[in-house]
């Protein structure tokens, strides 16, 4: 997660870090490891509403009861936050690698992308098998087909506003595959 403000990360040491201030580290952890994860997840956290974040303090503090005032691992930390609310697509890191990996390549060479891309935000990793791959690429043709008759339609003046939103959000989904798309290309070169 890229691009986090000041303000963000500000907002989640306020809510979330400042009052679990009296947990001690975990045993044989270091100063620095400590504040290195509590960087990240000022980082990794900042996607969290006001609510999401005094959430999280009561989790950790529950937690903190059975571990006589331990912080828990990071990694469930992130399991937590991501049970409260999966961060947007752009925030989070699998959609996006998933786009620009070869998979993301061959999707939409093949004219599969935007139904890879709404896998993988909705149900994150593990990348699809090669069955849900056939059934994704199923699901693109039939929303291809759906596509030219809805324009048939809008061009005719017969769409309905529902068909409208449904080509239009397509057309958003496509427009940001190819944003991130664009983003490997720039870091590559």
Known sequence: MTGVSAEAKARVEAL??????????????SAEDHDKAMERLRTDLAYLTDDELRAMVELITAHAVSTKGVWPDEGFIRVWAFDLRKPPAREATYPPSLMRSEMGDRAVAEGWAVELYAVA???????????????????AANNAHRARVIIQNRDAGRATEGELAWLAWRAAE????????AEKKGAAA
Not at 16 to 29: F, S
Not at 121 to 138: D, T
């Open 16 to 29: 979330l870090l400042e009052p679990l201030a009296g947990l001690k580290r975990k045993r044989g952890r």
């Open 121 to 139: 935000k909705k149900f994150g990793p593990p990348p699809p098998p090669r069955y849900m791959q056939g059934k994704l690429k199923e699901e």
């Open 174 to 181: 496509l427009k940001e595959i190819h944003e991130i798309r």
